[in-house]
Antibody, heavy 122, light 107 residues
Framework: QVHLVQSGAEVRKPGASVKVSCKAS????????LSWVRQAPGQGLEWMGW????????KNTQNFQGRLTMTTDTSTNTAYMELRSLRSDDTAVYYC???????????????WGHGTTVTVSS | EIVLTQSPGTLSLSPGERATLSCRTS???????LTWYHQKPGQAPRLLIY???NRATGIPGRFSGSGSGTDFTLTITRLEPEDFAVYYC????????FGQGTRLEIK
């Protein structure tokens, strides 16, 4: 079975950093990309960025102004999302999701992690 | 910037009824990049439709997607109790890629 297992909930103070992990199993890791999506309390879905598990190439929305780094470790089939200089409005559930684009067709985010709650509070 | 606008914001229906959810884009977009998800409280989103009209693995036949250009529709025939959730459309390569969501609630 295909799974994405994320790391546990985190509490940070404003200005700190957080690194969330997403461990994949049940499929060939390098054949897919991974998107990171977050959801603030009571709000909709916000796409943060995407990384290719194969080449490590990443792209992300400009909303994070250099605070966001996404990486992968193909030796452990794990993706990481690090967000720095945290603010209170970064409080959200952070999801990783597997997705695939073949150059002409987007197959969607078909497997999601369970989410990691990050709370930023002084 | 392409904006995805979903309507209605909230849809109140009864089990057994038909639901029609709309996703409009501010510019014509590629249909093969359009997806639909739903999300139940406390759960991660689930992929329903990709390529505007293809059901994802395990999605029941009562869910169907259609549309092209700037107008896309998700239809759910004969609503089941488990279908009441928030529905999002997404367009790959659009920033931001998600619509704001439609809440489908029990009437």
């Amino acid at each position: 079975q295909v799974h994405l297992v994320q790391s546990g909930a985190e509490v940070r103070k404003p200005g700190a950093s957080v690194k969330v992990s997403c461990k994949a199993s049940g499929y060939r890791f390098i054949n897919y990309g991974l998107s990171w999506v977050r959801q603030a309390p009571g709000q909709g879905l916000e796409w943060m960025g995407w990384i290719s598990a194969y080449v490590g190439k990443a792209k992300n929305t400009q909303n994070f102004q250099g605070r966001l780094t996404m990486t992968t470790d193909t030796s452990t089939n794990t993706a990481y999302m690090e967000l720095r200089s945290l603010r209170s409005d970064d409080t959200a559930v952070y999801y990783c999701a597997r997705d695939r684009f073949n150059g002409s067709y987007y197959f969607g985010m078909d497997v999601w992690g369970h989410g990691t709650t990050v709370t930023v509070s002084s | 910037e392409i904006v995805l606008t979903q309507s209605p914001g909230t849809l109140s229906l009864s089990p057994g009824e038909r639901a029609t959810l709309s996703c409009r884009t501010s510019q014509s977009v590629t249909s093969s990049y359009l997806t639909w998800y739903h999300q139940k409280p406390g759960q991660a989103p689930r992929l329903l439709i990709y390529g505007a009209s293809n059901r994802a693995t395990g999605i029941p036949g009562r869910f169907s997607g259609s549309g092209s250009g700037t107008d896309f529709t998700l239809t759910i025939t004969r609503l089941e109790p488990e279908d009441f959730a928030v529905y999002y459309c997404q367009h790959y390569a659009t920033t931001p890629p998600f619509g704001q969501g439609t809440r489908l609630e029990i009437k």
